[in-house]
C-alpha cells in the first residue's frame, strides 16, 4: 500500500473561479523524498493540505476523486486521525507556535491525542536531542530566531510520530545557513526512514537530496521523476522554475555542443564532470 | 535624501536591536541589505519610515529631523512592504487593497484604478482584483502588499524580504519593476537573504550583524569579504563552489567567478572550445 495515494483528485476553492488541483494521479511510497516545485500560485499548499485533510475539510470547496493517506480516505476520516500520520510545517514558524517554551510546545502534540505522560516525556527528550534544542530549552519563541523557531516547529510536528513530514516553504523566512541546518535535519530524518514531501522554489539547496521532483504548473503536475531527468528538461525555464546554477551551466553548455554526460546538481559535482572530461 | 545618525533601538529594554547605525540613502540610488536572522533589518528598515523612532541618535529626511514629522508625512516619501504580508493586509478585496493607498495620497478614482490594474499586471496578478487576499496563496499574498506600495511609487522604496514564496519568473519580475522605478529616479532599499538576486540587481550592499552594520559598499567587495560570509550566514553560492573546486584542478581559472556566462566561458576554455 501506497503512504499516500492521490486517486484523480480535484480540488476547488469555495469561491473560487478556477480549480487549485486538477486530477492530481500519483502515490508516495514510504521512505521518499519528493520535492514540489512549480510557479507561485500553482496548487503546492494546496496540494500539501490534501494529504492531512485540510482540505476540503478546514478549507471547503468543490471536490472529486479522493485522496487516501496512510490507507485511510481523508474524506471519510477525520482531520484528528492524519495529524499522527502526515505532519505539517509551515513557511512562518510564528504563526505555528502555541505555547511559550520548548517542551511544552513538543508535549502539545502528544498530549491532545492522549499519549501515556511517561511516552510523552521520552519523546520530548529524544527530539531536543535529535533538533539541538537543549540551549533553547529556557527560551520564549520570540526571543528566538527565525532558525531556532522552525527546528522547535519540525520537533513539535515530529512529537506525534508521523511517518510523512509535510514541509510547506519551511526556510523561505531563514537566511542560507539556518536554511541549510533545517535541511540537512529534514534530510537526515529522512535517511532515518521517514517520507518527506518538500515544497521549495530553492532548487539549489535541495535536489541533492530529493529522490523525487513533482513539478506543478496552473493545479496540474506537469512532470514527475527523477531530479536530474527533470531538471534537464526546457519545461523548467518555460514555467518559471528555478533551475540549479550548476544545471543552468550545463544546459548552456549543452546547446554549445559540450556534452557532459551526467546533469550536475551542485557546484562540485559540475567541476568534477569538468574535470573527467579533460581526462576523457 | 536618507540619513540614519547613530540609531539606537530596543523592543525590551534588555536586548539592543540596533546599536549605532549610521547610513546614508541617496536619492536614485538602489541597495540590498543582508543579515542573519535576528541582525536587526526589519528593525532599521522600520526606522526609515518612521514606523519605529529611534530611542537615541536620529533619522534625516530631505535635511530634516524626522521626529518632527508625522508617520504619515513620512509615509508619504518612504513607502514600506513588511516582511509579512498578513501585518499590512486588511481590506476585503485585491482592489480596495490597492487602491486605497493610491486614493489615500490624492489620485482620483479612475487614476488610482489605472495604477491599480498596471501594477497587478506587472506582478502577474490580473483577474484578482475581486479576490479577498485571505483566500490567496502565500506568494500571492505577497505580491498584492507589494503592489499597494509600489503602485504609489513612492520617493524612497523600502522592501523587506520582498522575494519570499516567488518563483524564478516573478523574481525577475519584481526585479524589472524595480529597475525601471530606480531609472525613473526612485530610491530602492531591498533586505534580503538571496544572494543571487542581490549580484543581479544591486550595486551596493549593506552588511549588517548583531544590530550593527559590518560592511557598507560595492557589492562585490561586501560579498567577496570572508567576515561578513561568516557573520551574516551566507551560503557560498553555488557558482563559487564551482570555480573554487575548477581552481583545485585548473590554476587557471580565476579567482572570482559570480556570474553564469563566465562560468560558462571558463569551462567552454579547459575543454579546448566548443
Ligand atoms: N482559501 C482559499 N480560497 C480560495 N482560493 C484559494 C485559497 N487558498 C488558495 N487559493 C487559490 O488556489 C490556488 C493555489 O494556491 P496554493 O495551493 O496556495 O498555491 P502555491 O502554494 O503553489 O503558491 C491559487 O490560485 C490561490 O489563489
Ligand atoms: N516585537 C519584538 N519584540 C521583541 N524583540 C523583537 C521584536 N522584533 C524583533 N525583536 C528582536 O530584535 C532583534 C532584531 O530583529 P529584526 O530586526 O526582526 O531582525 P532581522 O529582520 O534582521 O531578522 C532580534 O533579536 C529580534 O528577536
Ligand atoms: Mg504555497
Ligand atoms: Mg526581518
Known sequence: ?280 | MIILEDVHYSYDGVYTALRGISLQVDDGERFAVIGANGAGKTTMIKHMNGLLRPQKGRVILDGQDTKFMSVAEIAREVGLVFQNPDHQLFLDSVKKEVEFGLRNIGFTESEAEQRRQKTLASLGLEGFAERSPFTLSGGERKRVALASVLSTEPRFLALDEPTIGQDAHQKNQLAQMLAEMNKRGRTVVVVTHDIEFVIENFPRTVAMADGQIIADGSTSMVLSNDEVIERCALAPPQMTLAARALRNVFPEVGQRLTLLSELEETIIGILGGA
Open chain 1, 1 to 280: 500500500m501506497a503512504l499516500i495515494e492521490f486517486a484523480d483528485f480535484s480540488f476547488k476553492y469555495l469561491g473560487a473561479d478556477s480549480l487549485a488541483l486538477k486530477r492530481i494521479k500519483l502515490t508516495i511510497d514510504e521512505g521518499e523524498y519528493v520535492v514540489i516545485t512549480g510557479p507561485s500560485g500553482c496548487g503546492k499548499t494546496t496540494f500539501c493540505r490534501a494529504i492531512n485533510a485540510l482540505v476540503p475539510q478546514f478549507h471547503r470547496g468543490y471536490v472529486a476523486g479522493n485522496v487516501y493517506t496512510d490507507g485511510k480516505n481523508t474524506r471519510e476520516n477525520e482531520v484528528a486521525t492524519f495529524a499522527s500520520v502526515a505532519g505539517l510545517v509551515f513557511q512562518n514558524p510564528e504563526n505555528q507556535l502555541v505555547t511559550l517554551d520548548v517542551e511544552k510546545e513538543i508535549a502539545f502534540g502528544p498530549e491532545n491525542l492522549g499519549v501515556a505522560p511517561n511516552e510523552i516525556r521520552r519523546r520530548v527528550e529524544e527530539l531536543i536531542e535529535l533538533l539541538d534544542l537543549e540551549e533553547l530549552r529556557e527560551k520564549h519563541p520570540h526571543e528566538m530566531s527565525g532558525g531556532e523557531q522552525q527546528r522547535v516547529a519540525i520537533a513539535a510536528t515530529l512529537a506525534l510520530k508521523p511517518k510523512v513530514l509535510v514541509a510547506d516553504e519551511p526556510t523561505s523566512n531563514l537566511d542560507p545557513q539556518s536554511a541549510e541546518a533545517i535541511l540537512k535535519i529534514i534530510a537526515h530524518l529522512n535517511k532515518r526512514g521517514m517520507a518527506v514531501v518538500l515544497v521549495e522554489h530553492r532548487l539549489d539547496l535541495v535536489a541533492k537530496d530529493a529522490s523525487r521532483i513533482i513539478l506543478m504548473n496552473k493545479g496540474r503536475i506537469v512532470a514527475d521523476g527523477n531530479p536530474r531527468e527533470i531538471l534537464a528538461m526546457d519545461l523548467c525555464e518555460e514555467i518559471g522554475v528555478g533551475v540549479p546554477k550548476a544545471t543552468q551551466v550545463y544546459k548552456r553548455l549543452r546547446t554549445r555542443g559540450v556534452e557532459l554526460g551526467t546533469v550536475p546538481l551542485t557546484g562540485v559535482e559540475l567541476a568534477e564532470l569538468v574535470q573527467e572530461a579533460t581526462s576523457r
